[in-house]
């Protein structure tokens, strides 16, 4: 089946630094990726659409210039939080899809600590 | 009104119940249904496709009812295993084209 690998799983950094965080589709070619984040005991909370070649669509309260999204290829897209503060804290996850009928598939997640 | 929503529990159950979950959506021209599990800290897995003739996994059935907007999840015989969070999606249309949308997830708790 169809397989997202998103990486780091887990980071900690101090405040002030950016992390970049990866998703890859390894075997099929994601027309549009979805970047997310959710805390604790909260729902998933969609951040931006990425579609390959374009500039991605932010939500609304999502900041376009912490949150870079960059979506070179088919295959990865790159969410970058830059200036990272404590609550920045949080679990993100991405996930890849194929327009038309067929489901999502998520990454397995990057849990980010800031400290 | 949002534009799929669940009812988020949650649903505490003894083990070997029935338990069925609803999901609505707003906009008739929707396409494409899920379900997806998930459990903490965890990421989102695909559980079933939903569709109108309905579809049946085992002890997991799901159906599409256009008419009224909305979709179900049943859990038979269900287990301490099946505890988890049951995320509904539906693509919505969207400028022309698509979009996965995400019910807020309904929290399942199977106790012995």
């Known amino acids: 089946g169809a397989v997202v690998s998103q990486h780091p799983s887990r980071v900690i950094c101090k405040s002030g630094t950016s992390v970049k965080i990866e998703c890859r589709s390894l075997?099929?070619?994601?027309?549009?990726m979805f970047w997310y984040r959710q805390f604790p005991k909260k729902s998933l909370m969609l951040m931006a659409t990425s579609n390959e070649g374009s500039k991605a669509t932010y939500e609304q309260g999502v900041e376009k210039d912490k949150f870079l999204i960059n979506h070179a290829s088919l295959t990865l897209s790159t969410l970058t939080v830059t200036s990272a503060h404590p609550e920045d804290s949080s679990f993100y996850i991405c996930?890849?899809?194929?327009?038309?009928?067929?489901?999502?598939?998520f990454g397995n997640g990057t849990r980010l600590t800031v400290t | 009104r949002k534009e799929v929503e669940q009812d988020p529990g949650p649903f505490n159950v003894p083990e070997g119940a029935t338990v069925a979950f609803n999901c609505t959506y707003s906009n008739s021209a929707s396409q494409s249904f899920f379900w997806y599990r998930q459990d903490c800290r965890k990421e989102p897995k695909l559980l079933m496709s939903v569709y109108s003739s309905g579809n049946e996994d085992g002890r997991f059935t799901a159906q599409l009812n256009r008419a009224s907007q909305y979709i179900s999840l049943l859990i038979r015989d269900s287990k301490l295993s099946d505890s988890a969070t049951y995320l509904c999606v539906v693509n919505l249309p969207s400028g022309g084209s698509y979009i996965p949308t995400f019910g807020r997830g309904t929290s399942l708790i199977v106790h012995p």
């Open positions: 996930s890849a899809w194929v327009t038309g009928s067929r489901p999502l598939h």
């Open positions: 075997d099929f070619q994601a027309t549009t």
